[in-house]
């Protein structure tokens, strides 16, 4: 075959095609279609190699949903500061205070009890954050990942500020009432204070530090460790499959199988098998 034969895609006459450009050993570079005086798509049936696009357009991801979801669960995780702050006030024990000339004092010399309420509060808030984490990672399976973890963490250290004004204010009226009312030698109680942890302010931004941290912290560290023990690489379930519609085990194959016929027996005329 010489190299003169035509080829099939190529036009038989030796004009080239429309902006065609000749390689010199008797070859052309593919037409081109012209961009200024093309109107309307290419029908399907006649794109050839050359002109279907090399790049596919890659669908963008909707981050508005994703960023609404986690601002739902994160509004969602700091109304329950609401309880954890009742919770810490019920279990926080009172530090006893007694009325003298000069003004209220400890009624122990070294007590225990702000000690105590700190450690409560830091206990109940790296559980909090525990369970926030575990909670978002069930309730926000399709937007798992940073925002995810971002909703958890964020919304557990605005519970645990909520938490500690909250329960810092069960009780205070009264203690104040009896501040300035109670009589010399007589002993009360002061409510739970967190002495531990607080916000601090740098220049203008408020920062907190100490154990109102804490929550935020075991959100952290608990959503980090589904991720890491997740089982699917997008750290999202994929959808269970349809056996009914699909191939694959069918509970028919799980059945017992039917028990075979039982052979008939042998004609008169047929021998009769050996006896061992």
């Known amino acids: 075959m010489s190299a003169d034969t035509p080829d ?41 190699w050359y002109e279907v696009p090399l790049v596919a357009e890659v669908p963008r991801t909707r981050l508005r ?50 000690i105590a309420a700190d450690g409560w509060f830091s206990l109940l808030g790296f559980g909090f954050g525990v369970l926030v984490a575990v909670g978002l990672w069930f309730l926000l399976r399709r937007y798992r990942g940073p925002i995810g973890l971002a909703a958890a963490v964020l919304g557990s250290l605005g519970a645990a500020l909520v938490a500690w ?21 007589q002993t009360f109680g002061q409510p739970a204070r967190l002495r531990a942890g607080g916000v601090g302010w ?39 499959p349809d056996w009914s519609t699909g191939p694959g085990v069918s509970w028919a194959s799980a059945e017992t199988p039917a028990p075979s016929a039982a052979p008939e027996p042998p004609g008169p005329g047929a021998a009769e098998p050996p006896r061992g």
């Open 8 to 48: 099939p895609d190529r036009p038989s006459s030796g004009a080239l095609p429309p902006y065609a450009e000749s390689l010199g050993d008797g070859r052309t570079s593919p037409p081109y279609p012209d961009r200024a005086s093309a109107i309307g798509p290419v029908p399907p049936a006649s794109l050839t």
């Open 65 to 114: 949903p994703q960023l609404g979801w986690a601002a739902a669960g994160a509004f969602g995780v700091l109304i329950l500061g609401v309880p954890l702050g009742l919770l810490w006030a019920t279990l926080a024990p009172d530090t006893p205070v007694l009325q003298t000339e000069s003004g209220a004092v400890y009624g122990e010399s070294q007590p225990e009890q702000p």
């Open 165 to 185: 004004q909250v329960g810092q204010q069960v009780g205070l009226a009264t203690f104040e009432h009896l501040l300035a009312t109670a009589a010399e030698g």
């Open 202 to 240: 740098w220049g203008p931004l408020p920062v907190p530090y100490g154990n109102v941290l804490l929550p935020a912290f075991g959100a952290a560290v608990g959503y980090t460790l589904l991720a890491g023990w997740s089982r699917w690489p997008s750290l999202r379930p994929e959808p269970a």
